[in-house]
């Protein structure tokens, strides 16, 4: 395939030469041709060009701000990112987001953070916004999006900016009562914005509507000077990310005119009517909601993103580095099985995401434009609340998993994984913000839980049920799945997709059934709040992620079965086998207690299954990374690169700092130190 390059020959030529499958067809399968030849298109540019060629880690907090801004714009006027393309080739989108993500997250952020902006005011605007709009998708404004405050962030409700409609003067006033109202951690505020949406409490003569959205003028375009009424501070330096300019925001009794609500759903007129199409305020703060569906689907594939890197790093390494051995041969660290456990379910579990997350994105994608265009409201609505519950539970789910994967990526490249050079620990701290930003991933996963909670009385009274992604049917067989039991008796029975689901299926369903009777139990004593806070740990949180990895094995099943190619689909059936075991290995005790699993021979069976699945995928590993990893400039680490010269790149990085071949400018008072010390001068 000559869309793609073979790489340059080297060390890991020993486990390229044993792949079971061609690592070509498999990134094409992920990517589609059109996508992979993209990337290349784009690769190509950004590694000439002039302003990707710094590592903005060794610049200062200033200067890698002013680089992130010109790689930000130099995207968005080249037509590298862009928000329409995620509507017009999906596939485009996804790989030059991707690549944008593992070369420079902090001009990714940007691009969230404006594409967070753009989105709001193409889906909840109308014609007065358009040409604010506009600016923004050109470059030529930069807008962010403030909702988390200082002293509420998961709670929408406790939400304290007010906006308050002024027939007199055809104006809403916005006002932070205190410090712990202002808005924060906004993307962009704290140096950069010029307009943002700001969700405030809509008060109109004395009458309170809820929460709305509202487009606010921060600083002006042409001096970056804020306006009179508007404080807009920076929150400093930060764990990582600090190309991207997070900031806090404080109104006081800033106005703004009647056109800038944000129309889409609800209006005021100029006598102070309050008009909306929505009947409840729940249905109301739904669809102002709606849009953070799209940031947590964007966070999860990016979870994956950001770890599929530091799996290429730690898989690479551990194909050429070498210790030990039975005979005079040392082995590669790969061939050990204790080392093939810490990287491998890992990796599967990136596959799985990585297919499961691009549904997810396009999915949501899809909706949101079916919205904008007035699809049908009562599926739409129907399908807004599972993309919503799905992503709330895969956000958090997904994210704690990477997040422990890049750990044990850098403990698994040993000392040398501590080095800059390396890249990992950068991947580590710019992959830590997605554990928290679209919301508290323990306050936001309830989300999940609540909806399945409320199908429960649906279940028991077997009911048809019947959702338009198709993420809970299953539950209309409720009763017979929880009669059944754990039946593999070998290794290979396990492995088989039928008896994952099967017994994935069956824990849903369990762990539905006893947080549902914990929480009805638990509400007639304490009340609903602490009922429901009193089920979170063992029940509702479980529930959630058990139901999510469900399906996103479910939908990753769907996926491999539309592979063309033979050997490509049978490894990834293998990498989806040692997810599912290796998740639910987590849930061994619920599968015990609930009765499915009996005796020694199922958990017995289930652990043997993944290492035997381990050591399967280990000749595949290289490959399997190959497909996923980006070109070397992006990945950028002196352990991963695609030739596998290790050694040669960690000696030239070593011996190229002039810093490492020098005397400290202190060096005098090593020496004098004893001297010094003795006469007191220290």
């Known amino acids: 395939m000559s869309i793609l390059p073979d790489f340059p020959p080297g060390p890991l030529d020993f486990y390229r030469t044993k792949s079971s499958f061609d690592w070509k067809k498999m990134k094409i399968f992920l990517d589609t041709e059109d996508g992979v030849q993209f990337e290349k298109e784009i690769s190509?540019?950004?590694?000439?060009?002039?302003?990707?060629?710094?590592?903005?880690?060794?610049?200062?907090?200033?200067?890698?701000?002013?680089?992130?801004?010109?790689?930000?714009?130099?995207?968005?006027?080249?037509?590298?990112?862009?928000?329409?393309?995620?509507?017009?080739?999906?596939?485009?989108?996804?790989?030059?987001?991707?690549l944008m993500l593992q070369l420079c997250p902090c001009a990714a952020f940007r691009f969230a953070t404006g594409s967070l902006f753009t989105g709001v005011l193409r889906s909840q605007g109308g014609e007065q916004h358009q040409e604010i709009l506009q600016q923004a998708e050109n470059g030529d404004i930069i807008g962010s999006f403030c909702m988390t405050e200082v002293g509420h962030g998961s709670d929408i409700k406790g939400f304290r900016t007010t906006a308050t409609y002024d027939k007199n003067t055809d104006e809403f006033v916005l006002h932070t009562p205190d410090f712990e109202a202002a808005k924060c951690w906004i993307g962009c505020m704290g140096q950069s914005a010029s307009y943002a949406i700001v969700y405030a409490q809509l008060y109109v003569d004395g009458t309170h509507?809820?929460?709305?959205?509202?487009?606010?003028?921060?600083r002006n375009p042409k001096t970056l000077l804020t306006y009179p009424g508007v404080v807009a501070t920076d929150m400093g330096e930060k764990i990582g990310v600090n190309g991207m300019d997070n900031g806090i925001l404080i109104l006081d009794k800033y106005r703004i005119p009647r056109g800038n609500l944000l129309n889409k759903?609800?209006?005021?007129?100029?006598?102070?009517?309050?008009?909306?199409?929505?009947?409840?305020?729940?249905?109301?703060?739904?669809?102002?909601?709606?849009?953070?569906?799209?940031?947590?689907?964007?966070?999860?594939?990016?979870?994956?993103?950001t770890?599929?890197?530091?799996?290429?790093?730690?898989?690479?390494?551990?194909?050429?580095?070498?210790?030990?051995?039975?005979?005079?041969?040392?082995?590669?660290i790969l061939e050990y099985q204790a080392?093939?456990?810490?990287?491998?379910?890992?990796?599967?579990?990136?596959?799985?995401?990585?297919?499961?997350?691009?549904?997810?994105?396009?999915?949501?994608?899809?909706?949101?434009w079916d919205v904008f265009m007035g699809g049908d409201k009562e599926y739409l609505n129907a399908l807004g609340k599972?993309?919503?519950?799905?992503?709330?539970?895969?956000?958090?789910?997904?994210?704690?998993?990477?997040?422990?994967?890049?750990q044990e990526c850098r403990e698994a490249c040993g000392g040398h994984g501590y080095l800059k050079a390396a890249g990992?620990?950068?991947?580590?701290?710019?992959?830590d913000c997605n554990m928290t930003f679209e919301g508290e991933n323990h306050v936001i996963i309830q989300q999940t839980s609540n909806w399945l909670i409320k199908l429960w009385p649906e279940v028991e009274q077997?009911?048809?049920?019947?959702?338009?992604?198709?993420?809970?049917?299953?539950?209309?067989?409720?009763?017979?799945?929880?009669?059944?039991?754990?039946?593999?008796?070998?290794?290979?029975?396990?492995?088989?997709?039928?008896?994952?689901?099967?017994?994935?299926?069956?824990?849903?369903?369990?762990?539905?059934?006893?947080?549902?009777?914990k929480y009805h139990t638990l509400i007639q004593k304490e009340g609903e709040f602490w009922a429901r806070n009193n089920t979170q740990v063992y029940y509702a949180k479980s529930l959630s992620i058990a139901f999510v990895q469900n399906f996103m094995l479910q939908r990753t099943l769907v996926t491999i079965n539309q592979a063309p190619d033979v050997y490509t689909k049978a490894v990834l059936l293998k990498l989806f086998s040692l997810y599912g075991l290796w998740s639910l290995e987590k849930f061994l005790a619920t599968l015990y207690e609930g009765g499915y699993a009996h005796g020694c021979q199922p958990s017995r069976l289930i652990h043997e299954a993944i290492l035997k699945l381990c050591s399967d995928i280990k000749n595949d590993s290289v490959s399997l990374v190959d497909a996923i990893a980006p070109p070397d400039f992006a990945l950028n680490s002196v352990l991963g690169a695609s030739d596998g010269q290790v050694y040669k790149r960690l000696e030239r990085e070593l011996f190229r700092n002039p810093y490492n071949l020098s005397r400290p400018t202190w060096w005098r008072e090593m020496i004098n130190w004893n001297t010094d010390h003795s006469k007191n001068k220290l």
């Not at 093939?340 to 949501?364: D, K, S, V, W």
């Open 44 to 98: 190509k540019k950004l590694q000439t060009h002039p302003e990707f060629q710094k590592d903005l880690t060794c610049e200062e907090m200033d200067e890698q701000r002013r680089i992130s801004f010109r790689r930000h714009l130099y995207n968005i006027r080249s037509g590298i990112l862009s928000e329409n393309q995620f509507f017009e080739n999906f596939a485009r989108a996804n790989v030059s987001s991707r």
């Open 209 to 218: 509507h809820g929460l709305h959205m509202f487009l606010v003028p921060i």
């Open 265 to 305: 759903s609800a209006h005021v007129t100029p006598d102070g009517k309050y008009v909306t199409a929505h009947k409840t305020r729940k249905e109301k703060n739904g669809a102002a909601l709606g849009i953070l569906s799209l940031g947590r689907s964007k966070t999860t594939l990016a979870c994956e993103t």
């Open 307 to 332: 770890a599929g890197k530091a799996l290429t790093i730690a898989v690479r390494y551990a194909a050429v580095r070498k210790q030990f051995g039975c005979g005079k041969e040392e082995q590669p």
């Open 339 to 368: 080392h093939q456990y810490r990287l491998l379910p890992y990796l599967a579990t990136a596959y799985t995401t990585r297919i499961f997350g691009m549904f997810l994105l396009e999915t949501t994608y899809k909706f949101i």
């Open 386 to 406: 599972e993309i919503h519950v799905i992503s709330s539970a895969s956000k958090p789910a997904v994210g704690w998993v990477l997040r422990d994967a890049i």
């Open 424 to 431: 990992i620990g950068n991947i580590r701290n710019d992959n």
């Open 462 to 517: 077997g009911t048809e049920i019947s959702t338009p992604l198709h993420s809970v049917d299953f539950l209309s067989k409720a009763s017979e799945i929880l009669k059944s039991r754990f039946k593999a008796t070998t290794i290979d029975e396990v492995c088989t997709s039928d008896n994952i689901m099967a017994a994935y299926q069956w824990l849903v369903c369990y762990l539905l059934k006893e947080t549902a009777l």
